[in-house]
């Protein structure tokens, strides 16, 4: 393993330690199984699905590049991001739900053209 | 609706921190069982910090082109590390993180729970004299150096001497002076807390329905754009406004009142009379103490070396020969203002300090003042040295008078000429465990 797998590994293990699986709000079992399969998709990460994660970001429109900065940038809640954009809550749900979605499936093209290129 | 769509949503409110225990539960259930459920956690994450860092850096691009970056860092960019510089680094490897760590509930709760103290809120540009940083992650730094970025925390000057000068995103400059504590926090809108001590602040215009907030132990303060100066201690909060408006309430009572340009307002925990802007008085150029009762007695100039830690590169505390600086043993100081710290004191021509009191034996005597303009900005700190030699120990042996030539910049703007500033505090300190007191200090004035 490398030097910085195990420091990464390590910050994890630690942060783990200092804040209690109450303040993560999910079972061990369920931590270990998020775990393992992280583990297990690890040379699926890399420099390229980072570009192709960032080039499908850059490509969102700017209403939904603004509510996902609002969201993880500004760290508002969700509450907080459906009244700076005059939406419900629910409907802040949903569109997170299905950009997340949109995203996901444009790195996998992003990747796919790249192998085939 | 698809049961997925249901299931992404769900587990959306689990990152919002909005489910019922039995959601929480239903959650843990789903996240156990089902493998698509846990890789669009995995999504969400990666792609939260993405757009998070991505942004991060853009910020940080567009601050650096704001400020002028160090030379000293243009040379070396790798020598001068800050804590923040470190925190970026992380960031910036984040996928190595991602790739190799394999712990979603770091990478979310990383970034959930502890995003904000990653954010760049100012950049300190000026200091002198001792500060202490502590950052919400609870760190204590004894020492930062110019040039660090900093995000949400409390900025200690600890001492009579010392100042320093943050400079927010935005442009906004903020400057505490003395013994002062000032927290910073930046969410939807900037806000500082001022728990004691002297602020100035030249603030850029803030956006619509987000003015800055400054609140201190007895006012909250809410500001749009504006220079404005405070002074605050535990029962009191002095506002002065040089351009603009701003809306002061004073804590006590919940009163609300508007203070324009080149008006002051009192908020005391001891007043029952009407919260009203008075226009801001003339000042007066003489200016007696009244000692003891305004005196405070002072920190020593040097933290504890067994607390320091460094927000930048490190400084020995140690002179070169390997001893430890001198701590001086006593520091008294205080305010310079007149009737109630309301009336402005400031220097004229040929103005001189009298001041007189006791000393144990021969010493330096170290007298400072903090000088501003009228408009409540700060300005820079003046010091005058006096040696004591055979001094008699039996009486009131310390009575010196000094003139304005006597004081050299001890830390600030060298340029400007003390006549017509205004003082805002004095100091007064042995450069050896030599105990004094200070009985008696005065402003005089050239024709009194």
Redesign the interface.
């Known amino acids: 393993m ?1 030097w ?2 195990i420091t ?2 390590r ?3 630690d ?2 330690r200092q ?1 209690g699986k109450e ?5 061990s ?3 270990e ?7 297990s ?2 040379p699926n ?3 390229e ?2 570009d192709a ?2 080039g499908c ?1 850059e490509n969102l429109s700017e209403e939904s590049s603004q509510l ?2 609002s ?10 991001v459906a009244k700076q954009v005059g939406i419900r809550l ?1 409907t802040v ?2 569109c ?2 299905r950009l ?2 949109d ?2 499936v444009c790195i996998e093209i992003r990747l796919n053209e790249l192998k085939g290129g | 609706m698809e049961q997925t769509e249901l299931h992404h949503e769900l587990l959306l409110r689990y990152l919002d921190g909005n489910l019922s225990p039995v959601e929480e539960a239903e959650v843990n259930d789903l996240l156990g069982r089902d493998p698509e459920a846990r890789a669009f956690l995995r999504q969400v994450a990666e792609q939260a910090v993405t757009i998070a860092d991505m942004q991060r850096t853009e910020d940080n691009h567009n601050l650096a082109l704001e400020m002028e970056v160090l030379p000293d860092q243009k040379s070396n960019p790798g020598q001068n590390l800050s804590l923040r510089d470190r925190s970026d680094n992380v960031w910036e490897r984040w996928p190595w993180i991602i790739a190799t760590a394999a712990l979603i509930t770091m990478i979310v709760n990383i970034f959930f729970l502890a995003q904000q103290s990653q954010v760049t809120i100012g950049q300190l540009t000026g200091s002198s004299g001792w500060l202490r940083w502590t950052g919400d992650d609870g760190q204590v730094f004894d020492e930062i150096e110019v040039g660090s970025r900093l995000g949400a925390g409390t900025l200690e000057t600890l001492t009579a001497n010392s100042w320093a000068t943050l400079k927010f995103v935005d442009g906004s400059i903020v400057t505490i002076s003395g013994q002062s504590v000032l927290t910073i926090s930046e969410k939807e809108q900037k806000g500082l807390y001022l728990r004691e001590g002297s602020l100035s602040a030249d603030v850029a215009p803030q956006p619509k329905g987000k003015p800055m907030l400054i609140d201190t132990p007895t006012a909250k303060i809410e500001v749009l754009s504006t220079q404005l100066s405070l002074d605050t201690k535990p029962s009191t909060t002095i506002l002065r406004v040089s351009e603009g408006q701003v809306r002061m309430t004073r804590l006590v009572d919940g009163s609300i009142t508007e203070v324009p340009a080149e008006h002051q307002v009192i908020a005391s925990i001891n007043d029952e009379t009407a919260l009203v802007a008075q226009p801001r008085p003339e000042p007066v150029n003489w200016w007696k103490s009244n000692l003891p009762n305004e005196a405070v007695w002072a920190k020593p100039f040097l933290p504890y070396p067994h607390k320091k830690k460094y927000l930048h590169k490190k400084k020995s505390p140690h002179k070169k020969d390997g001893s430890q600086k001198a701590r001086p043993f006593l520091i008294v100081t205080g305010h310079i203002s007149k009737y109630g710290s309301s009336l402005p004191v400031v220097l004229t021509p040929d103005a001189k300090f009298r001041l007189r009191g006791w000393i144990e034996s021969d010493t330096n005597l170290e007298f400072g003042i903090s000088l501003r303009d009228l408009k409540g900005g700060f300005v820079a700190k003046y010091t005058a040295e006096h040696r004591f030699a055979s001094v008699e120990k039996e009486r009131e042996n310390l009575d010196i008078e000094l003139t304005l030539a006597d004081f050299k910049v001890h830390a600030g703007k060298t340029s400007h000429t003390l006549i017509g500033l205004r003082i805002s505090d004095w100091w007064c300190r042995s450069s050896d465990q030599v105990k004094f007191n200070v009985s008696s200090l005065e402003l005089i004035p050239a024709e009194k």
């Open positions: 490398s910085a797998f990464a590994r910050e994890g293990i942060w783990l804040h303040s993560v709000g999910l079972d079992k369920v931590l199984l998020l775990e393992q399969e992280w583990l998709e690890t990460y890399g420099e699905w980072l994660l960032r970001i996902l900065r969201r993880y940038f500004g760290n508002n809640s969700c509450g907080e629910n749900y949903k997170l739900s997340h979605q995203l996901k």
